[in-house]
């Protein structure tokens, strides 16, 4: 009876290990279909990725390469974010490059082509102009235009440029006291006692006719409409250019004495040079109608002999060779340069002003 007992039990665990089995292959020898591998962990078959090694479970995480030609893109289309290069002649960045002086170029400070960043009047497109700038940044001065004026020593006269300083003798003068230009272009001076015009075709000077005046006219003006004046210690003259004879306008009043020149800026207002100051020569303005003469203001030296209206700007020029710039509306005067070998004795605006 005990081994029957003994027997039953054993048949029953043998039934449990059956039953409770995971193999659903049909056998525990059966192969798993083509394309299959039974997984050790789960007993199932399953599909084997031929890229992979047998039990490799792992997956590629890595980011798709997308810069082959095939992805579909058309890189024609893509916004170009790339910085622009530096500039080849400096080394800088002119992309960001301001233009401080508003005249259209890139400041000189950072690469640009301005040569001045602080002037309008200064650039690669500006036009050149008669002044002490390299206008339009080619490094040349004044090129193609005639930056000149005439002046005259007690023999000699000359071609002035004030801005490369320079001063050129043309030819000998009738002991001329002052000269002006008329609009179209004709160069006139006065000696003592007469009126002279100066020949171009044969750089002499021709007498036209005496002025009739007592005393020693030593300032010529001639405004924008042809009309000359001239000056003679406390008195103003209109001059007829055609026969040389003055006529008097007026007296200027006060203690103002003509000390050398008369002028007549590009607005048509008649100035002097008086000496009636202590302190130096002063600069007048005169009315052109009666003569009557008002202080502007000391220039700040002696002896200005000559006055030049040319370019919209006032020169000067004195007894001991220097040349002056003079700001009309207070007189003050600067220096520019000295010849020291010249003494100066009077001076023509250039016919434009």
């Known amino acids: 009876m005990m081994w029957q007992r003994v027997r039953a039990s054993l ?143 007690n023999d000699h006269l000359y071609e002035v440029d004030p801005f490369e300083k320079t001063a050129t003798q043309l030819s000998t003068v009738p002991n001329l006291f002052d000269m002006d230009t008329h609009p179209d272009g004709t160069l006139y001076g006065i000696t003592s006692s007469a009126l002279h015009e100066f020949d171009t075709n044969t750089n002499s000077w021709v007498l036209i006719g005496q002025l009739g005046v007592s005393g020693t006219p030593n300032g010529l003006a001639i405004n924008n409409g042809g009309t000359a004046y001239m000056t003679a210690s406390n008195d103003v003259y209109t001059v007829d250019l055609s026969t040389g004879v003055a006529t008097h306008l007026g007296s200027m009043g006060g203690s103002y004495n003509s000390s050398g020149d008369c002028v007549v800026n590009k607005d048509n207002s008649l100035y002097m040079s008086s000496n009636h100051n202590i302190a130096g020569d002063a600069l007048v303005l005169i009315d052109g109608t009666t003569g009557q003469a008002q202080d502007i203001g000391l220039m700040g030296f002696s002896e200005v002999y000559g006055l030049t209206a040319a370019w919209g700007r006032m020169f000067g020029l004195t007894g001991s060779g220097q040349l002056i710039e003079i700001n009309s509306g207070t007189g003050q005067a600067a220096l520019v340069h000295t010849f020291p070998s010249i003494m100066w004795y009077g001076a023509a605006s250039t016919p434009a002003r």
């Open 11 to 153: 048949l029953i665990l043998s039934l449990v290990a059956v039953g409770c089995s995971d193999d659903t292959s049909g056998g525990a020898g059966d192969d798993c279909p083509a394309g299959e591998e039974r997984n050790t962990l789960t007993g199932a078959c399953e599909r084997v990725d031929p890229g992979l090694d047998a039990g490799d479970t792992s997956t590629d995480t890595s980011t798709p390469d997308t810069s082959s030609a095939d992805v579909g893109v058309d890189s024609s289309t893509l916004e170009d974010t790339t910085p622009d290069a530096p500039s080849s002649d400096t080394g800088e960045d002119t992309s960001q490059c301001p233009d401080r002086d508003g005249d259209g170029a890139k400041d000189q400070a950072c690469g640009g082509q301005d040569c001045d960043d602080n002037n309008t009047a200064v650039g690669p497109n500006a036009p050149e102009l008669c002044d002490e700038y390299d206008n339009n940044c080619d490094g040349q001065l004044n090129e193609g235009l005639q930056c000149q004026f005439y002046a005259h020593s």
